[in-house]
T-cell receptor, first 111, second 111 residues
Framework: EDQVTQSPEALRLQEGESSSLNCSYTVSGLRGLFWYRQDPGKGPEFLFT???AGEEKEKERLKATLTKKESFLHITAPKPEDSATYLCAVQAGSNTGKLIFGQGTTLQVKP | KAGVTQTPRYLIKTRGQQVTLSCSPISGHRSVSWYQQTPGQGLQFLFEYFSETQRNKGNFPGRFSGRQFSNSRSEMNVSTLELGDSALYLC??????????FGPGTRLTVT
């Protein structure tokens, strides 16, 4: 069964304290792995798509990497405005819009 | 380019009633997917529509249904509402690629 597990569930950082969020996945025929950011009461905001092991993508203080079994979202020198829930999702198989989401990591960055 | 819009944003219904939610995708996007988000289950895929046809369906009872119109706008309907249907209902659209872009969601409360 396709499955996505994120850890930790919650993470508290001081401003400027770098860290990483983990997303482990079990899926047959990975078509893409996605990272989203979700603020309270809002819909998920698209961040990155990763397609194959070894791929990396960066956006401001965020960097996403992918291996055959997991993905990491590295946050460098975070700021309070980076506080949000970060969601990982996978799309498997043929052309389908079905995304399988992890439970998310809630990040709080204190000034 | 305008993002995905959902109406209404908030809704309060009574058990046993039915509800219809609406989603307008990003201009040019022909695929619309619906998700249910709850604190306990996270984000779960409901169904996907493409060119007015349901292409995929998640593991939800038949009380949950949807449709798509020729202008790609989509509606989902939940009949005979139960307390457990209280959730944030999210709509996402995509073009020919894999990235999905989410709307702000409709917060449904069933009393």
């Amino acid at each position: 069964e396709d499955q996505v597990t994120q850890s930790p569930e919650a993470l508290r950082l001081q401003e400027g304290e770098s860290s990483s969020l983990n997303c482990s996945y079990t899926v047959s025929g990975l078509r893409g792995l996605f990272w989203y950011r979700q603020d309270p009461g809002k819909g998920p905001e698209f961040l990155f798509t990763l397609y194959s092991a070894g791929e990396e993508k960066e956006k401001e203080r965020l960097k996403a990497t992918l291996t055959k079994k997991e993905s990491f979202l590295h946050i460098t020198a975070p700021k309070p405005e980076d506080s949000a829930t970060y969601l990982c999702a996978v799309q498997a198989g043929s052309n389908t819009g079905k995304l399988i989401f992890g439970q998310g990591t809630t990040l709080q960055v204190k000034p | 380019k305008a993002g995905v819009t959902q109406t209404p944003r908030y809704l309060i219904k009574t058990r046993g009633q039915q509800v219809t939610l609406s989603c307008s995708p990003i201009s040019g996007h022909r695929s619309v997917s619906w998700y249910q988000q709850t604190p306990g289950q996270g984000l779960q895929f409901l169904f996907e529509y493409f060119s007015e046809t349901q292409r995929n369906k998640g593991n939800f009872p038949g009380r949950f249904s949807g449709r798509q119109f020729s202008n790609s706008r989509s509606e989902m309907n939940v009949s005979t509402l139960e307390l457990g249907d209280s959730a944030l209902y999210l709509c996402a659209s995509r073009s020919t690629g894999v990235e999905q872009y989410f709307g702000p969601g409709t917060r449904l409360t069933v009393t």
